[in-house]
C-alpha cells in the first residue's frame, strides 16, 4: 500500500518559515519524480515545486521562485518543501504527490498524493 504523509504544517507570520516533509512508504521511491501542490479555499490546486527521481532538478512555479525550495533524500523516501518569506496568499493545503510522468506541472499525471497539511500565513 502506498502512503505519502505530509508533515510540518501549521500557522506562522508573514515573513516566516516554515519546512514541510513527505515521507513516503510502498512504492520504490527512486523510480518517481516527486512533486508539491497546494490548494486554496474555493480555488483549484496548483502546482508549486517538483523535483527529478534522478538528477535532483528542480522546477517551480512563477509564483514561489525564490521562496520555496524542494529536496529529494533518497535514502529516506522523503521529500522537502522549505518555504522561506511567507505571505498571506501561499495560506493553503499542501500536498505532495509522486509521479513516473514527466509532466510535473499537472496534477492530472500523478499517481499518488498525500493527505495534505495545512499552511496558514497571517498577516
Known amino acids: 500500500q502506498v502512503q505519502l504523509v505530509e508533515s510540518g504544517g501549521g500557522l506562522v507570520q508573514a515573513g516566516g518559515s516554515l519546512r514541510l516533509s513527505c515521507a513516503a512508504s510502498?512504492?520504490?521511491?527512486?523510480?518517481?519524480?516527486m512533486g508539491w501542490f497546494r490548494q486554496a479555499p474555493e480555488k483549484e490546486r496548483e502546482f508549486v515545486l517538483a523535483?527529478?527521481?534522478?538528477?535532483?532538478?528542480?522546477y517551480s512555479a512563477d509564483s514561489v521562485k525564490g521562496r520555496f525550495t524542494v529536496s529529494r533524500d533518497n535514502a529516506k523516501n522523503t521529500v522537502y518543501l522549505q518555504m522561506n518569506s511567507l505571505k498571506p496568499e501561499d495560506t493553503a493545503v499542501y500536498y505532495c504527490?509522486?509521479?513516473?510522468?514527466?509532466?510535473?506541472?499537472?496534477?492530472?499525471?500523478?499517481?499518488?498524493w498525500g493527505q495534505g497539511t495545512q499552511v496558514t500565513v497571517s498577516s
Open positions: 504527490a509522486a509521479t513516473t510522468n514527466v509532466v510535473f506541472t499537472t496534477a492530472l499525471y500523478y499517481n499518488y
Open positions: 510502498g512504492l520504490p521511491f527512486r523510480n518517481y519524480h
Open positions: 523535483v527529478h527521481r534522478n538528477n535532483g532538478r528542480t
